[in-house]
């Protein structure tokens, strides 16, 4: 059985753990990021949890294929940040591989988190059996990662698979990234409260609704799981939400499948909770906007990563790089 | 040295020709393609061109490395076509590989035409010197070809990259693929056609443009070419028209740019004949789709393939399988 570490840079902790070419994680842990102690203290914490994770395994360096690293914003071939992540002070230029790589020897394979779960997918999740996959992220915000050909596609500089920004709707939501009408303004989330909330601001016709007495009277309170709670006891507010959400996802879906007829798009993040009230509608949605010969060979299914994708998509960068 | 042979299958006539591994093509030859005499009758000729073009090279079978076939419609791994190129009889589920190696004993790779022109752009064109590019064929209606990691990306089944379908506009012009508002109703030559004469039915106060008088008077002799020449002599409604289209084909490649952060956007096909006007224009309103830190390092260039581009798309097939 051959190792890998696995390391998940969040914003506020750094998660690592062991992981074996099953896919089984083990030693998880956690130590605080300190992002607002800039890049190479950051990069100083990464190195000391992989000691740490070494010694907690029971292992040497040299029973490991190498590391992974899993990190917010983009990262070149080279393991260089190339941009985003600004939550860590200095992020873009940082080095991840040579601290590592000087420390302990490992071959180090580095890419954008979200994007790398798309390989965890592929490897012990929703996309095994299959070469081609696209999934998406829906969270706070819209993310998302391509496979193609069996192998992650990181694009040009790491940036490849930000299909939250995606433009679905003419004139649609100002976005923060400067667009209107990006995917993620309408399918992320914070989308699916704010669609609610401008659902009852436009339009009477509601106040039956829980849910709109709720955003009337508690506004604040209100979270995408909350909307999909409501949803499932059959609000109708909650359910015209998800209907507005899903035909916009359907519309980013459908672009995708005709670009990249995939065998596979996995529909993973925290909005996915909600399950089958998704899926279901997305695949009716998705249709009108798919070419019928691509739409009917490519499934729309549920993510399988949950809580250690992170982890498991960092140590499947290790894998598919170094796995031999 | 090393040779292949390219064929370039299309309703009309199979065109084949010998390919060395720099890109050089010699021997071009055609044949009438017999369509309507059915599938297996079109492989008989595709079998026989290929056995002129041996001759006519003076070499032997096995100074080949292979055979490239680029076709219409889809072709699976195995060789197989899988649909489209409705305008051949009985063409979905022929076999391509097995008739060309059973007399030859060549290896042979085949995949839909305008996908494996990327595939040439990327060898011997616009996309050499980088590994990521996604092609734009602007013609009679509009197809496209993705090259992911130095490697023509075919998609499941081979139906990648149908990205004249990618919707652009919500509830827009209706597509014969049964969308709305697919890209291909504005980019492609047909497209423009038909946006130029809509707008003189739609609105007045175009009356002094030349373009307006033809539509008028000679509709049936209005062409993208001449429209673009009109253009090219300042006609206000011809220009109109380009910002049109560029605005529509600015936001499908502003979507691949987000989803692929490829290193080169290519455009290539007829409607390209018009040159920076189209190019100059897209540069701009893609501009407005594309997340940017990945827009300003992605570049959007002219192709480099002409008359010639389906047999060297065809035999870069067969260098990219065998070539070694």
Redesign the interface.
Same mark, same amino acid.
């Given at each position: 059985m051959k190792f890998a570490i696995g390391i998940d840079l969040g914003g506020t902790t750094i998660k690592g753990a062991v992981m074996d070419s099953n896919g089984v994680v083990t030693n998880v842990t956690r130590v605080p990021t300190e992002a607002d102690k800039g890049a190479p203290r950051v990069m100083e914490n990464i190195v000391a949890l992989i000691g740490d994770l070494i010694k907690a395994s029971g292992k040497t360096p040299q029973d490991f294929i190498g590391a992974g690293v899993c990190v917010p914003g983009?990262v070149d071939e080279n393991g260089i940040v190339v941009?985003?992540g600004e939550q860590i002070k200095g992020w873009t230029g940082t080095d991840i591989y040579t601290p590592i790589k000087n420390k302990y020897g490992f071959n180090v394979s580095a890419a954008n988190d979200v994007t790398a779960v798309a390989l965890a997918e592929l490897m012990y999740g929703a996309g095994r059996g299959?070469?081609?996959i696209v999934c998406f992220a829906l969270g706070t915000g819209v993310g998302g990662g391509?496979v193609?050909?069996g192998?992650l596609?990181k694009?040009?500089?790491?940036?490849?698979?930000?299909?939250g920004? %995606?433009?679905v709707? +003419?004139n649609?939501l100002p976005c923060n990234?400067?667009?209107y009408g990006c995917v993620e303004r309408y399918a992320s989330a914070t989308g699916i409260v704010n669609m609610a909330k401008h659902i009852v601001q436009l339009g009477s016709g509601w106040d039956d609704c829980e849910l709109c007495k709720l955003i009337k009277t508690e506004p604040d309170a209100v979270t995408c799981k909350l909307i999909y709670e409501l949803a499932a006891k059959g609000d109708k507010l909650a359910l015209r939400v998800n209907e507005d959400a899903c035909e916009m996802l359907g519309?980013a879906i459908? %672009?995708?499948m005709? +670009?990249?007829?995939?065998?596979r798009v996995i529909l993973g993040g925290g909005v996915m909770m909600a399950g089958d009230i998704i899926l279901n509608e997305v695949k009716k949605t998705s249709a009108?906007?798919?070419?019928?010969?691509?739409y009917e060979?490519?499934e729309i299914v549920r993510a399988q990563m949950e809580e250690d994708a992170g982890v498991m998509g960092a140590g499947a960068l290790a894998f598919e790089a170094f796995g031999g």
């Amino acid at each position: 059985m051959k190792f890998a570490i696995g390391i998940d840079l969040g914003g506020t902790t750094i998660k690592g753990a062991v992981m074996d070419s099953n896919g089984v994680v083990t030693n998880v842990t956690r130590v605080p990021t300190e992002a607002d102690k800039g890049a190479p203290r950051v990069m100083e914490n990464i190195v000391a949890l992989i000691g740490d994770l070494i010694k907690a395994s029971g292992k040497t360096p040299q029973d490991f294929i190498g590391a992974g690293v899993c990190v917010p914003g983009f990262v070149d071939e080279n393991g260089i940040v190339v941009g985003g992540g600004e939550q860590i002070k200095g992020w873009t230029g940082t080095d991840i591989y040579t601290p590592i790589k000087n420390k302990y020897g490992f071959n180090v394979s580095a890419a954008n988190d979200v994007t790398a779960v798309a390989l965890a997918e592929l490897m012990y999740g929703a996309g095994r059996g299959v070469n081609n996959i696209v999934c998406f992220a829906l969270g706070t915000g819209v993310g998302g990662g391509i496979v193609t050909d069996g192998k992650l596609y990181k694009g040009t500089h790491g940036m490849a698979a930000e299909i939250g920004h %995606i433009v679905v709707e +003419t004139n649609g939501l100002p976005c923060n990234c400067g667009q209107y009408g990006c995917v993620e303004r309408y399918a992320s989330a914070t989308g699916i409260v704010n669609m609610a909330k401008h659902i009852v601001q436009l339009g009477s016709g509601w106040d039956d609704c829980e849910l709109c007495k709720l955003i009337k009277t508690e506004p604040d309170a209100v979270t995408c799981k909350l909307i999909y709670e409501l949803a499932a006891k059959g609000d109708k507010l909650a359910l015209r939400v998800n209907e507005d959400a899903c035909e916009m996802l359907g519309r980013a879906i459908g %672009i995708l499948m005709n +670009t990249m007829a995939p065998d596979r798009v996995i529909l993973g993040g925290g909005v996915m909770m909600a399950g089958d009230i998704i899926l279901n509608e997305v695949k009716k949605t998705s249709a009108n906007y798919c070419w019928p010969a691509i739409y009917e060979r490519c499934e729309i299914v549920r993510a399988q990563m949950e809580e250690d994708a992170g982890v498991m998509g960092a140590g499947a960068l290790a894998f598919e790089a170094f796995g031999g």
